[in-house]
């Protein structure tokens, strides 16, 4: 069975542009969900989407927006990039909606910012 | 609102020794505790889980007890190897947050031969 896909897995952009990253969830998977990982925030929780409802957002500003489609697959777009956006994203997926489900991880998507 | 604290690192063990890694969660009600570790130029990886008090999770000689009175998740090997050398996560999750993980700071483990 295929794992979590994020892509790409590395992309630099200029400050004020805008970026999409993909990620496609594993197989039957409907619960997708998106991290920000930095060294000085560390992990911290963006969105979650279950059959392509937003179920929790978490304390980020409105230029990080996510959707999810028909098939699970999610995007997350950053619009007007900063410099502090440089991050790993990180993408879990997970069967179902409930607390106890493992979430497993894709490898991420590496945003720099210049 | 929900919160983990997990001791900082970097931890640096000799191959064989003894490893503890503590973890204490702020929550209402009970949550699910996690241990996630992430390799170098990887994503996160389940170690283990536990759902309920008194639960103990174990995976790979890991161990970790969900003590509610302490509110702690302390993990735990009696001999490292230096292939655990990672970034160890605790995690929790809450009944009435879907899927939604809060994370801890991380603790590096350097494991020497």
């Known amino acids: 069975k295929a794992g979590v896909t994020q892509t790409p897995r590395y992309l630099i952009k200029t400050r004020g542009q805008q970026v999409t990253l993909s990620c496609s969830p594993i197989?039957?998977?409907?619960?997708v969900s998106w991290y920000q990982q930095t060294p000085g925030q560390g992990l911290q929780f963006l969105f979650e989407y279950f059959s392509e409802t937003q179920r929790n957002k978490g304390n980020f500003p409105g230029r990080f927006s996510g959707r999810q489609f028909s098939n699970s697959r999610s995007e997350m777009n950053v619009s007007t990039l900063e410099l502090g956006d440089s991050a790993l994203y990180l993408c879990?997926?997970?069967?179902?909606?409930?607390?106890?489900?493992?979430?497993?991880f894709g490898q991420g998507t590496r945003l720099t910012v210049v | 609102g929900n919160s983990v604290t997990q001791m900082e690192g970097p931890v640096t063990l000799s191959e064989e020794a003894f490893l503890t890694i503590n973890c204490t969660y702020t929550?209402?009600?009970?949550?699910?505790l996690f241990w996630y570790v992430q390799y170098p130029g990887e994503g996160l990886q389940l170690l283990l889980k536990a759902t309920k008090a008194d639960d103990k999770g174990s995976n790979k000689g890991f161990e970790a007890t969900y003590r509610k009175e302490t509110t702690s998740f302390h993990l735990e090997k009696g001999s490292v190897q230096v292939s655990d050398s990672a970034v160890y996560f605790c995690a929790l999750s809450h009944n009435n947050a879907g899927n939604m993980l809060t994370f801890g700071g991380g603790t590096r483990l350097m494991v020497k031969p």
């Open positions: 197989s039957g998977h409907r619960s």
């Open positions: 929550a209402t009600g009970y949550p699910s």
């Open positions: 879990a997926s997970s069967p179902y909606q409930v607390r106890n489900t493992e979430a497993f």
